[in-house]
């Protein structure tokens, strides 16, 4: 079945590293997404990886996938106050095709000075 | 180029009513899907259109519709509105319905409709 599970709350200190987890219950997913929502938005896709993928890096972000433990990660260096918004990881299980996605809970991540 | 745009961004009904959403995809973009927020369940999958067909649906009850036009642009239905709509509605669009590729299958959001139901 699909679920997908994340802390509730991440605060960090401007320019420290922020580490958001993420564990998935579905082992067919094909590709795991990482988005951003800040308040009163919509949501902006960060960076995905595919599931035959361990490590995917793009500037600041780094993501982590562990398939067997089902887990996911989203590290972002040097944090800025900018970055403060709520991450929500997503996967896509291709069951009867479609562009459906699942979400978690979401981080909400506070940056603090 | 131009985001997804959704209209309204806000709207105030009352239960028993229905409402139509809006949603404007990239140009180009094939595929809309909609999603449901609030803060009890979260974010979960309305269903999703491509080519003015339904390829894909959530677990919501059938006053939750919606349809596609020729120019992909879709509207979503619901009728005989409860408090527990009230909800952000978010609509992504993307180039295609599940290829395989990821860089057709990105979903871009819009800001959402904020629905209020009294």
């Known amino acids: 079945g699909e679920d997908v599970e994340q802390s509730l709350f991440l605060s960090v200190r401007e320019g420290d590293s922020s580490v958001i987890n993420c564990t998935y219950t579905d082992s067919s997913s094909t590709y795991l997404y990482w988005y951003k929502q800040e308040p009163g938005a919509g949501l902006q896709l960060l960076t995905y990886i595919f599931s035959n993928m361990d490590m995917k890096q793009d500037q600041r972000l780094t993501v982590l996938l562990n398939k067997k433990d089902k887990h996911l990660s989203l590290r972002i260096a040097d944090t800025q106050t900018g970055d403060s918004a709520i991450y929500f990881c997503?996967?896509?299980?291709?069951?009867?095709?479609?562009?459906?996605?699942?979400f978690g809970t979401g981080t909400q991540l506070k940056v603090e000075l | 180029k131009a985001g997804v745009t959704q209209t309204p961004r806000y709207l105030i009904k009352t239960r028993g009513q229905q409402v139509t959403l809006s949603c404007s995809p990239i140009s180009g973009h094939r595929s809309v899907s909609w999603y449901q927020q609030t803060p009890g369940q979260g974010l979960q999958f309305l269903f999703e259109?491509?080519?003015?067909?339904?390829?894909n649906k959530g677990n919501f009850p059938g006053r939750f519709s919606g349809r596609q036009f020729s120019n992909s642009r879709s509207e979503m239905n619901v009728s005989t509105l409860e408090l527990g709509d009230s909800a952000l509605y978010l609509c992504a669009s993307s180039l295609a319905t599940w290829s395989g590729r990821a860089e057709l299958n990105e979903q871009f959001f819009g800001p959402g409709t904020r629905l209020t139901v009294l």
């Open positions: 259109y491509f080519s003015e067909t339904q390829r």
């Open positions: 997503a996967e896509k299980v291709v069951t009867g095709g479609g562009n459906k996605l699942t």
